[in-house]
């Protein structure tokens, strides 16, 4: 089993004061104030409706090496959960605001992107005869037979969240603006008061090159005669090594700001993290310590290996439950594991706000 640190022994929590100065001494992302005035018209158009409104983060945060940024440290994960949770929240009536990870799955498009499920794979060419040079040219672009049915059914459901405008997409790159855009967003939605809810399933970035170390131009991997040798390796040095140079990387924590969404930027609302881990020996002990570090309702605790068939909800009474997907019949489609935790989220939501049904088209 591996060794797994104390409460006492966790980087710190982050206080008011660590907020202070993180975001006095970032640079929020260039759109910012248009992204906050879209939100804000979101939240209130569906406040107005007596609509629900969850945030979804999804995707992998950055962390760039360099200012001008040519290298950065990124993660594994494609956004699949929160994509896909997203379109389950839809379904379910909620409106959604989607903190993704530029370029990474999206609702409803996710079906038919990367080199798995290429969107060409699905299309034909009517009406093309022969083959090669000869061909003569058919003209329109159709969805070949066998998908026709499944792909209507995503194509509806995404044009109604488009009509019914409730999904807003918001893009992040580097964790930094996924910090600014989270506490943005999180502080628009207080006035969803407990009716809000956070589904936090992004893998956001441990640590981090601080601004006042962090190199302006791209590292060098040799030296540039005549060059001014300006010292941008500050945080990540450019050494002598055994073949050759090595590039050491000395990185800071990020602040653990899950507190003072909790505390002070949605008081209100619940609040869902997740804690992915690759060894099943300490899942259940991070996820209890998440709770008692931050105070929130519920971690959703999932392993690398076997995030898509199981993953274990512990809440802050100290219930465990798991929720493992059924193993799919021959001939059968596996189930989407999405589609049994959002219900059982959306259960706990409905509990926690005593009932109240929601508002649906
Ligand atoms: O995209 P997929 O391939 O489908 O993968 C999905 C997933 C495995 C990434 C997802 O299910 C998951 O487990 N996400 C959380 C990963 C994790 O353990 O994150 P963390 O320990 O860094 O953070 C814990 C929680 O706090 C997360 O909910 C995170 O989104 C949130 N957090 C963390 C730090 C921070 N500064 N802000 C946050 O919001």
Not at 32 to 61: K, M, N
Not at 91 to 111: C, D, I, K, M
Not at 305 to 328: C, G, L, Q, Y
Not at 344 to 355: A, L, P
Request: hydrophobic letters at 40%; aromatic letters at 10%.
């Amino acid at each position: 089993m591996s060794s797994t640190p104390s409460l006492e022994e966790l980087p710190p929590i982050a206080q008011p004061d660590d907020e202070l100065q993180y975001f006095e001494t970032h640079a929020p992302p260039a759109n910012i104030a248009q992204l906050s005035l879209e939100v804000r018209d979101f939240i209130a158009h569906h406040h107005a409706a007596h609509r629900r409104v969850v945030l979804v983060s999804s995707g992998g945060t950055t962390v760039p090496l360099e200012n001008q940024t040519v290298r950065f440290i990124d993660n594994f994960s494609a956004g699949t959960r929160g994509a896909t949770s997203a379109e389950y929240f839809l379904e379910a009536g909620y409106a959604v605001v989607f903190l993704h990870r530029q370029f990474s799955l999206l609702p409803y498009s996710r079906h038919y992107s990367h080199s798995t499920n290429c969107f060409l794979d699905y299309l034909s060419e009517w009406g093309r005869i022969g083959e090669g040079e000869d061909a003569a040219e058919g003209g329109d672009v159709v969805v070949k037979q066998k998908y026709r049915q499944q792909m209507l059914d995503v194509l509806r459901k995404y044009r109604r969240a488009k009509e019914n405008k409730t999904l807003l997409l918001l893009p992040y790159t580097t964790v930094t603006s996924y910090l600014f855009l989270l506490r943005e967003v999180a502080m628009r939605m207080q006035v969803l008061g407990s009716e809000g809810l956070f589904y936090l399933a992004a893998a956001v970035s441990d640590f981090f090159v601080p601004p006042d170390r962090m190199a302006e131009h791209k590292i060098q991997s040799g030296d540039i005669p005549g060059a001014a040798g300006e010292d941008n390796h500050a945080a990540a040095a450019v050494a002598p090594g055994p073949r050759g140079k090595k590039l050491v990387i000395d990185l800071d924590p990020v602040p653990k700001f899950l507190n003072r969404l909790v505390e002070g930027w949605a008081p209100n609302a619940m609040i869902i993290s997740f804690k992915l881990e690759t060894d099943s020996a300490i899942l259940l002990y991070k996820c209890r310590q998440a709770l008692e570090r931050y105070n929130h309702q519920l971690v959703i605790g999932n392993l690398l290996s076997t995030r898509k068939f199981e993953v274990v909800f512990v809440d802050n009474k100290k219930n465990e439950n798991w929720i493992r997907v059924p193993e799919a019949k021959e001939g059968e489609e596996q189930l989407e594991i999405e589609s049994l935790i959002v219900p059982e989220v959306v259960r706990r939501h409905n509990q926690s706000i005593g009932g109240a049904s929601i508002h649906r088209f």
